[in-house]
T-cell receptor, first 113, second 113 residues
Framework: DTGVSQDPRHKITKRGQNVTFRCDPI?????LYWYRQTLGQGPEFLTY????????KSRLLSDRFSAERPKGSFSTLEIQRTEQGDSAMYLC???????????FGDGTRLSIL | GESVGLHLPTLSVQEGDNSIINCAYS??????FIWYKQESGKGPQFIID?????DKRQGQRVTVLLNKTVKHLSLQIAATQPGDSAVYFC????????????FGQGTELSVKP
């Protein structure tokens, strides 16, 4: 399968713990995006990379959040000192270029106890 | 059946009927639009896209119409099938903002057999 893959699919953790999610984009895609989705809402943009460069971060991305794409391929999203409000689906998408379709993975569902 | 924009989040149609899902976008600078289908527990799935230099684009059983004058987008699904039941999102891409997508609230389509 050559789609976007995310790992893990589900993560349950206690408040205050750190979590890290991984995204493997479609191999030839230069752009990689992270979004967050809560129940009943559309995805909200968090950040994006072009190759290994992180070009934009949303105001939603507090200092507790950090994303990397060290070799311009897979990406990780880390949340430190998790809070109840971090519970959401974290979605990754990739695209070939600007103004081309973004293809999404099935997300990582984070639940904070 | 017909949904009026994002103010009617649920649309119920009979199998075999045509469905029309409407979306109003907010920014006249948006120049690229995508429709996604999202099933429960999965990420958004790309359906069809349209650029602002077009008014209409057709795919397999789907048609997207773009009216830039009133900033309105619609998705038409022909001969709706039970497998079309899902939440549908329109997303606008403000190309001068790095390609991030701005999603609407979504419309839940329910197909009755």
């Amino acid at each position: 399968d050559t789609g976007v893959s995310q790992d893990p699919r589900h993560k349950i953790t206690k408040r205050g713990q750190n979590v890290t999610f991984r995204c493997d984009p479609i191999s030839e895609h230069n752009r990689l995006y992270w979004y967050r989705q809560t129940l009943g809402q559309g995805p909200e943009f968090l950040t994006y990379f072009q190759n290994e460069a992180q070009l934009e971060k949303s105001r939603l991305l507090s200092d507790r959040f950090s994303a990397e794409r060290p070799k311009g391929s897979f990406s990780t999203l880390e949340i430190q000192r998790t809070e109840q409000g971090d519970s959401a689906m974290y979605l990754c998408a990739s695209s070939l270029e600007n103004r081309s379709p973004q293809h999404f993975g099935d997300g990582t569902r984070l639940s904070i106890l | 059946g017909e949904s009026v924009g994002l103010h009617l989040p649920t649309l119920s149609v009979q199998e075999g009927d045509n469905s029309i899902i409407n979306c109003a976008y907010s920014n006249s600078a948006s120049d690229y639009f995508i429709w996604y289908k999202q099933e429960s527990g999965k990420g958004p799935q790309f359906i069809i896209d349209i650029r602002s230099n077009m008014d209409k684009r057709q795919g397999q059983r789907v048609t997207v119409l773009l009216n830039k004058t009133v900033k309105h987008l619609s998705l038409q699904i022909a001969a709706t099938q039970p497998g079309d039941s899902a939440v549908y999102f329109c997303a606008e891409n403000r190309g001068n903002q790095g390609g991030k997508l701005i999603f609407g609230q979504g419309t839940e389509l329910s197909v009755k057999p």
